[in-house]
């Protein structure tokens, strides 16, 4: 047959601005000649933003294919919020799985089993402008790298706050994951783009004030709080929760999973990208915020946590410190550690 040219003909000029990044960012994650990549989209995301990964993986003699499925809903430990079994066996036979869903499914036991089956994963629900703006830098990777370090090597956390928040974590044995959006290595799962370090606490070892202030973002809320909301923690989880209507929603937010696991600290961190937009209303933005400490709780077994949970819930606290033993890295959302300029 001759070739007509006929088929095949993705719609990527829309967006054509956007492959550079995502060319530059597959090359670092080692997609090359030989390497099964997977592209695994639902109908409800953005085609073009698939179509150019698609087509770098091809550029740069990967062997891809793309699965594009129905958008996925319910809890973590909901069998709904999983991809289909097909596309998760194909998934656990390739060396990186672009990750490109709707509602994404990294805290869920599926996720774990590609991860253990020897994939690699690289999540992204971001828009072409997110991922041109915050992609990693040589500067925010070195950074990001840096404070992952002094983390990995930190027994305790301290954040303090003019709000209010006083909060200790053991982080003792935990290793800290360098959040720049690229896998490779012992790093299997990545979300990009992001540029923040996060580390799973000891679990049952949290313990003192948290007070999310005006204007600090939730990210499951999609919004910043407009009053305070002070939580009490001890043993790892919220134990009490005060405040005005917001931290109504929060309270409801925490019950509607009826899993005391959602109450217990997930990660702790901070962003490390200076194009890191509060106003922007997205999470990834929220969440690389430069010198914006990040607080989780609820599910984290993939970041290497121990807790099983239902949901997640991800706050960015701003103006605060951030100590890692005697030494401050953070001091009113500003890095101020000479690793971490
Ligand atoms: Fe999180």
């Given at each position: 047959m001759p070739y007509t040219g006929i088929g095949y003909a993705p719609s990527i000029a829309k967006s054509i601005w956007v492959y550079p990044t995502i060319e530059r960012v597959l090359k670092l994650c080692g997609v090359k000649s030989?390497?099964?990549?997977?592209?695994?989209?639902?109908?409800?995301?953005?085609?073009?933003?698939?179509?150019?990964?698609?087509?770098?993986?091809?550029?740069?003699?990967?062997?891809?294919?793309?699965?594009?499925?129905?958008?996925?809903?319910?809890s973590f430990t909901d069998e709904s919020r999983n991809p289909p079994k097909l596309a998760l066996e194909v998934m656990k036979k390739s060396d990186l799985v672009i990750d490109l869903p709707t509602n994404h499914w990294a805290y869920t036991a599926s996720h774990d089993e590609v991860l253990d089956a020897g994939a690699y994963m690289l999540l992204s629900e971001a828009?072409?402008?997110?991922?041109?703006?915050?992609?990693?830098?040589?500067?925010?990777?070195?950074?990001?790298?840096?404070?992952?370090?002094?983390?990995?090597?930190?027994?305790?956390?301290?954040?303090?706050?003019?709000?209010?928040?006083?909060?200790t974590l053991s982080v003792?044995?935990?290793?800290?994951?360098?959040?720049?959006?690229?896998?490779?290595g012992s790093k299997k799962f990545d979300v990009f783009p992001a540029s923040l370090i996060e580390i799973p606490p000891i679990e049952?070892?949290?313990?003192?004030?948290?007070?999310?202030?005006?204007?600090?973002?939730?990210?499951?809320?999609?919004?910043?709080?407009?009053?305070?909301?002070?939580?009490?923690?001890?043993?790892?989880?919220i134990v009490t929760i005060e405040g005005g209507r917001d931290a109504t929603m929060f309270k409801q937010w925490y019950a509607q999973w009826d899993d005391p696991n959602v109450y217990v600290t997930a990660h702790i961190g901070f962003g490390t990208h200076h194009n890191a937009?509060?106003?922007?209303?997205?999470?990834?933005?929220?969440?690389?915020?430069?010198?914006?400490?990040?607080?989780?709780?609820?599910?984290?077994?993939?970041?290497g946590g121990n807790n099983l949970a239902k949901g997640h819930m991800d706050i960015i606290i701003r103006n605060a410190d951030f100590y890692a033993d005697d030494e401050i890295l953070v001091k009113a959302g500003k890095l101020v550690h000479k690793a971490l300029k």
């Open positions: 030989g390497k099964k990549v997977v592209v695994y989209t639902d109908t409800n995301r953005n085609k073009d933003i698939s179509d150019m990964f698609f087509g770098a993986a091809v550029n740069l003699g990967a062997d891809v294919i793309e699965i594009v499925t129905t958008p996925r809903f319910g828009d072409e402008e997110l991922i041109v703006r915050l992609a990693s830098t040589e500067e925010t990777i070195r950074r990001t790298e840096n404070g992952a370090e002094m983390l990995t090597r930190a027994k305790n956390v301290r954040i303090v706050s003019e709000a209010g928040t006083d909060l003792k044995g935990r290793t800290c994951i360098a959040e720049t959006g690229i896998v490779g049952d070892s949290a313990k003192g004030i948290l007070v999310i202030a005006p204007g600090d973002p939730i990210v499951e809320f999609n919004k910043l709080v407009d009053e305070p909301i002070k939580c009490t923690v001890k043993d790892g989880r937009d509060l106003l922007s209303g997205q999470a990834m933005d929220w969440e690389s915020l430069y010198g914006g400490i990040n607080i989780a709780f609820g599910a984290n077994k993939s970041l």
